[in-house]
Nanobody
Framework: QVQLVESGGGLVQAGGSLRLSCAAS????????MKWYRQALGKERELVASVTSAGGSKNYLDSVKGRFTISRDNAKNSLYLQMNSLKPEDTAVYFC???????????WGQGTQVTVSS
């Protein structure tokens, strides 16, 4: 049974930082491309950042470039998102996503709320 469990969300003032974590189990983590998505109230879910299975390539939503950093630790089956210089528009539920590099299997976490106050 695959599980993705996010943690690290919370309430922070604008300009502050948070580090999200996603603990994966039940899958061969190193075979999966990992992504962070977010969904603000009343808006569609959007891709925030992605990292390839070995961690060699990373991509970011334009609005978070230079502020957010995605990383992974395949030895710990964990994905991270370091978020700095947070803005109120970053307020959303953040989801961890795993997609099999070969299998295409797709899994989601339950999400963690990030709220940035102005």
């Amino acid at each position: 049974q695959v599980q993705l469990v996010e943690s690290g969300g919370g309430l922070v003032q604008a300009g502050g930082s948070l580090r999200l974590s996603c603990a994966a189990s039940g899958l061969t983590f190193s075979n999966y491309v990992m992504k962070w998505y977010r969904q603000a109230l009343g808006k569609e879910r959007e891709l925030v950042a992605s990292v390839t299975s070995a961690g060699g390539s990373k991509n970011y939503l334009d609005s978070v470039k230079g502020r957010f950093t995605i990383s992974r630790d395949n030895a710990k089956n964990s994905l991270y998102l370091q978020m700095n210089s947070l803005k109120p528009e970053d307020t959303a539920v953040y989801f961890c996503n795993a997609r099999g590099r070969v299998s295409g299997r797709n899994y989601w976490g339950q999400g963690t709320q990030v709220t940035v106050s102005s």
